[in-house]
């Protein structure tokens, strides 16, 4: 199981970015898979979560301070998950990873039974 987080940057606050995590070797609608971030000195934070396509019913979770301006989706046809990061503020600056259980069917594990990770990409907001 290997896993490609990538699309970080430096942006403007209010700006946009799109995370894409990629899979290698397994088919990703087949898994939940999860969207964290550390930002420095901090621990790290469950940010969203898609359930599996395949066994689960898809459904998407995003933590309360990244609702209505972040979005969690899946293109199977890339096999890939991607994090669409609208208004962004200074205080999303961090290392965004995705991650997956790996378990076939999951719906979103609580935020300690992921056991897959990607390396991360980061992510700066600044003026």
Do not use: H
């Not at 430096?10 to 898979?33: E, K, N």
């Not at 989706?73 to 999303?92: F, G, I, W």
Request: charged share 15%.
């Amino acid at each position: 199981v290997q896993l490609q987080a990538s699309g970080g940057g430096l942006v403007q606050p209010g700006g946009s970015l799109r995370l894409s995590c990629a899979a290698s070797g397994f088919t990703l609608d087949y898994y939940a898979i999860g969207w964290f971030r550390q930002a420095p000195g901090k621990e790290r934070e469950g940010v969203s979560c898609i359930s599996s396509g395949d066994g689960s019913d898809g459904s998407t979770y995003l933590a309360d301070s990244v609702k209505g301006r972040f979005t969690i989706s899946r293109d199977n046809a890339k096999n890939t998950v991607y994090l669409q990061m609208n208004s962004l503020k200074p205080e999303d600056t961090a290392v965004y990873y995705c991650a997956t259980d790996g378990k076939y069917g999951s719906s979103c594990p609580p935020v300690g039974k992921y056991d897959y990770w990607g390396q991360g990409t980061l992510v700066t907001v600044s003026s």
